[in-house]
């Protein structure tokens, strides 16, 4: 097991599609990322020199697909990003470098690189990032973050879907003693900006085609449909009220003392 960092794109070929867009953005913006890139597929294969495609076999479940993916990969850290989230602003790579070194040195378990939603107090670790309190109900966020490989398989193990990940992964992830971190709401504290997401429930987002049209990248509208003005204000509003109810939630528990 090499004590480095690699990154991993948890897809499928049914999201195929999101490929050449995500790659497209991540290559303008990050074009010297110095670490290894696996993306995971089904039968199917990216063509890029920089992008190591790990062609996994049928779906068993999205938990499942990534511990097989991680049975093959030989790294500690593992960045994971969705293949839906299409940078938009040059990448700072040293101070993702730098985040990886505090994950090294402090034994941490997550540390989210975008605040959302942002953590929940100061940190000892550093002034930019903070800790996210046991209990919280984003504690295991899909949002771009560099994940310790034990803690990341002990949630994977105990979960299914993504969604499961997430609000299941948040409880379970309690159980872990290292510090769960993520990056504070300021400028100097975020190594990354990307459009997030591009496909919410198998349909596109009308701003992620609008962006991939001002770029000249092709999108296959044939395989997808386009949210409509109706349905994403429906989904703004279930969005608040989601938020919200996060929000009471979270005092409730600071008000207990969890």
Avoid at 157 to 164: K, V
Avoid at 209 to 220: F, S, Y
Wanted: proline share 7%; charged share 25%.
């Amino acid at each position: 097991m090499t004590d480095k960092m690699a990154i991993v794109i948890p897809s499928c070929d049914k999201y195929s599609d999101l490929w050449r867009p995500f790659f497209f953005f991540f290559n303008k913006y990050w074009p010297d990322c110095p670490y290894p890139i696996y993306l995971l597929g089904n039968n199917l294969r990216y063509d890029d020199d920089r992008v190591i495609t790990l062609q996994l076999g049928q779906d068993i479940s999205w938990s499942a697909n990534l511990m097989k993916a991680l049975d093959a990969i030989n790294y500690q850290r593992i960045l994971i990003l969705l293949e839906d989230y299409f940078l938009m602003e040059p990448v700072i790579g040293g101070l993702i470098n730098q985040y990886d070194t505090i994950m090294q040195r402090e034994k941490i378990a997550y540390i989210r690189l975008v605040p959302m939603p942002p953590p929940d107090k100061d940190s000892e670790f550093d002034v930019r990032l903070g800790i996210i309190n046991k209990g919280s109900a984003s504690k295991t966020s899909l949002q771009a973050a560099i994940w310790d490989r034990d803690s990341l398989l002990y949630v994977l193990e105990r979960t299914g879907s993504p969604w499961e990940f997430e609000i299941k992964g948040s409880k379970i992830s309690s159980e872990i003693v290292a510090p769960f971190l993520s990056v504070k709401n300021q400028p100097d504290a975020i190594p990354m900006r990307y459009y997030a997401t591009a496909v919410v429930q198998g349909k596109w987002m009308p701003g992620a085609i609008r962006m991939c049209m001002r770029e000249g990248v092709p999108i296959d509208s044939t395989k997808r449909p386009m949210y409509s003005n109706f349905e994403l204000s429906k989904k703004r509003v279930r969005r608040w009220i989601r938020l919200r109810i996060d929000v009471v939630w979270n005092r409730i528990r600071k008000t207990n003392g969890q």
